[in-house]
């Protein structure tokens, strides 16, 4: 019979443990106990067993555990630069010159921080393009697709309120900007613009709000909903199936441990992240302009890149269209995407079909040449000449009519010119509105200059 441990027997580092842990006093920690023990917790996120055909990075491309790391990384590092950083508009923008030039590995860590941030942006945008183009929205998963959803614009909201926190020129007139979007939005714009600056225009109140809701209240956002985002991927029986339109969903083919297969291949994906975003924090610094002037604003003054779209559409439509009705019509679009009756069930094929695939290129090609040809057209023809602000009816209503005209006949289309289900013809729909935006963002980032005209990029 084993006798009891005796307490005085072991090293104080094992007599702390047991203190903690008294239970375990005449108890032997091995590997397989501690294995236990962790296998327990990753299983409250993950299934078991996992499909071996999901562990193909090719499919997924680990999009979502790379958004989790660079998670990772923006509270650990945003947790150091609390320390050297003052919310206050007359010693933020020394407090970063500080960081940056005094305090050791200051500059560094404010760099894993910002490019962390854009990362997170583009990585979440592909994985929100992954699972549309896998069907990997649909039953049981079409909640989820609304988590997602959430979760990408708490990305973009936390991107936002960081970026005036510098309280640079940069900064501080690209809030201006976006900010002012907001007074075009009837009703409650003017007093949701008022509320988030704490006053008419961008000062000291404004710095600590945008600090409170990136330092507090985004980050309890985050951490309430990625966790819960994975429980309900964990819920549905994990990632989606690769598979052919032939095969039957069903089967999920040869099943194998997610330890050490799945954890092995996520852990090695992290360290590979963490070590590129490093690398570019090495070697590119992330900008910093002359201190915020009020009374100095830059020629162009634009908005933050992943507002230009937007921006760029005030260029050419009504501000009650471009800042309420479009985007509003896009978010309530890609909140009911999920509950549409489809004609099959394609989840875990990439596009649907081969006509799915023909049908999203065409409506790339289309897109390209349609907003192109379209700010050109209202560029240098239908506003060239016209002064005075925009008419509802003018830039609003009839350009709106336009496009919802352009919508629907490029639906029916692609449903009887090419034959295709409306799995088909709603991807290709999906394709066109994403891809004119994403031209719409490229336009406003690289082809405005000054007095937002529009240039040759370079």
Request: one cysteine or more.
């Amino acid at each position: 019979m084993q006798k009891p441990t005796d307490a005085k027997n072991l090293n104080i580092l094992r007599r702390i443990y047991f203190s903690i842990f008294p239970g375990s006093l005449d108890k032997t920690p091995d590997q397989n106990t501690q294995r236990d023990i962790l296998r327990s917790f990753v299983l409250h996120f993950r299934p078991r067993q996992v499909p071996e055909r999901t562990l193909r990075f090719s499919f997924a491309f680990g999009l979502g555990d790379i958004a989790v790391v660079l998670i990772f990384l923006l509270f650990c590092s945003g947790l150091l630069l609390k320390f050297a950083y003052e919310p206050s508009s007359g010693s933020a923008y020394d407090s970063i010159l500080y960081l940056r030039d005094q305090v050791s590995f200051g500059q560094l860590v404010r760099n894993i921080h910002r490019w962390s941030a854009n990362g997170l942006l583009f990585v979440v945008f592909l994985h929100f393009l992954r699972i549309f183009y896998t069907g990997a929205f649909t039953a049981p998963r079409q909640f989820n697709w609304i988590i997602g959803l959430c979760l990408f614009g708490a990305v973009i909201l936390s991107n936002f309120t960081g970026y005036l926190l510098p309280w640079d020129q940069l900064a501080y007139w690209a809030i201006t900007i976006s900010t002012s979007m907001l007074d075009y939005i009837p009703a409650v714009g003017t007093n949701l613009k008022e509320w988030l600056l704490g006053g008419t225009e961008p000062g000291p109140k404004t710095l600590m709000n945008f600090y409170a809701i990136h330092a507090a209240i985004l980050p309890a956002v985050l951490l309430f909903f990625v966790p819960f985002h994975f429980w309900r991927i964990r819920k549905a029986g994990g990632l989606v199936v690769p598979r052919t339109l032939d095969e039957d969903p069903q089967i999920k083919g040869k099943m194998v441990n997610t330890m050490p297969h799945l954890i092995m291949r996520e852990v090695s994906l992290a360290l590979v992240v963490l070590a590129v975003v490093l690398l570019i924090a090495m070697f590119l610094d992330a900008p910093l302009a002359d201190k915020a002037n009020p009374g100095l604003s830059p020629n162009p003054t634009k908005a933050p890149w992943y507002f230009m779209g937007i921006q760029e559409m005030l260029m050419h439509f009504h501000p009650v269209f471009a800042l309420l009705v479009i985007p509003a019509m896009l978010v309530l679009g890609l909140l009911f995407i999920p509950y549409i009756n489809y004609e099959t069930n394609t989840t875990g094929v990439w596009f649907g079909s081969a006509n799915g695939r023909k049908t999203a290129l065409i409506a790339v090609g289309v897109a390209l040449v349609a907003t192109v040809g379209a700010v050109l057209l209202s560029e240098f023809v239908i506003n060239s000449g016209q002064s005075g602000p925009a008419t509802l009816v003018r830039n609003g209503l009839l350009p709106f009519a336009l496009i919802l005209a352009v919508c629907g006949g490029f639906y029916q289309w692609v449903r009887k010119g090419f034959n295709a289900t409306n799995n088909d013809a709603v991807q290709a729909l999906f394709t066109l509105l994403m891809t004119a935006f994403v031209v719409l963002t490229v336009i406003g980032v690289w082809f405005r200059g000054a007095g937002m005209q529009l240039v040759w990029a370079g």
